[in-house]
């Protein structure tokens, strides 16, 4: 009966994991914590059994995978803001060379448009 128990809650927790890894795959890390209170009672309950299972070693790969993915998203967002963070702190220019070498403003050039009556 023991047995059967701790196989339903390895599952669970494999099929909880699997839902974590789609979360981060889809962005929606904010959802992420709502998986926190069932995730910790499926851990709590097979920390109660004392039976090993092949599927243990699964689950580790999942949780290191999910692990790589949010460290992944982590970096990813950190790399946005810091490229927010410098636009932001950055004038307003846009400057190149034109093929003289010369440096230019592109973001002050005036309007080649011409109206006619």
Known sequence: MAHANSRAVLNALEDLLEGER??????????LSRLL???ER??????ASDEDFPLLERLRDQV?????????AAR??????????A???SQTELRTYSQAGRP??????????ERKA
């Open 64 to 72: 290191d995978r999910n692990q790589q993915l949010l460290a992944a």
């Open 42 to 47: 499926l851990l709590n309950a097979l920390k």
């Open 104 to 113: 230019q403003d592109l973001s002050k050039q005036e309007s080649r448009f």
């Open 87 to 89: 636009l932001k702190t």
């Open 37 to 39: 209170p069932e995730k």
């Open 22 to 31: 789609t979360q981060i795959l889809a962005g929606e890390i904010e959802k």
């Open 76 to 85: 990813g967002i950190r790399s946005v803001k810091q490229r927010l963070d």
